[in-house]
């Protein structure tokens, strides 16, 4: 497990037969694929570095431990995203009941999505900063969201996941995932324009 | 003659424009309708935009401690049921 020897170039559903076989290596290939973008998921999730790297080691102590069952009918991925996506949900429960989180997840059902923001961007907005100045404006963003909107656009926009993918693994209907993504978009989009705006059309961009 | 789009029936349909699952009636009204209002365009563009600069970030590279202790565990696990 330790050693890694497995060349990356087999793909997918070989690794996962090899692991089915028994093949810690395959399946510490699996695990090196993916770590990342699991424990990338978890931290949005959850919000909390702690409760992400938990879950990053059940998730795959429990796709481990229950191979067997992993039917082959969707993809790997997305079989351990479901499971990524359960050990996160329910580490937010845990915290909702401790009350040191707030999860009153009032989901506005109205179909109203506030627009706030109308400045246009220029092209490749995102250029004007480092890349890690990006990636800290980019998860602040995410941050900012309420859980249910978050988890959703994580799936969907992030880790690419289908809306039925994404349906399947946060357990909501498809116009549930729909809704709830339009409002994450649009409210991120929001948040973006602060800084991604044309800077002549921030009327105190002078100052 | 189609009644035009409300911007507010613009927003509720633009996910599933951006992510052009929409059929080409409803579509064509769509992209009627921004040719017209020039807030709904840059709502369009910049919600285009926001996806786009997500969808490109890769995730960071795991932290060494964080993955030293999922191979631990891994290890174990693994050590466990091969008893």
Known sequence: MAVPTTPTGIDEATLVAQAREGDTQAFAELVRRYEGKIFRLAQHVTNNREDAEDVLQETFMKAYEHLDQFQGNSKFYTWIVRIAVNQALMKLRRRKADKSVSMDETIDTGEDTIVREIAAWGEDPEQRFSRQELGEILDTAIQSLEPPYRSVFVLRDIDDLSTEETAEALNLSVPAVKSRLLRARLQLREKLSRYFKRKGDDAFAYL | ?83
């Open chain 2, 1 to 83: 003659m189609t009644p035009l789009l409300t911007c507010k029936e613009f927003l509720r349909e633009l996910s599933d424009y951006l992510d052009e699952s929409l059929d080409a009636e409803i579509r064509a009204k769509l992209e009627k309708h921004i040719t017209e209002c020039p807030n709904c365009w840059v709502i369009a563009d910049t919600t285009r935009k926001t996806i786009q600069i997500y969808k490109g970030m890769e995730p960071y590279p795991i932290p060494d401690d964080v993955q030293d202790r999922l191979m631990k565990a891994l290890e174990k696990k693994i050590a466990a049921r091969e008893g």
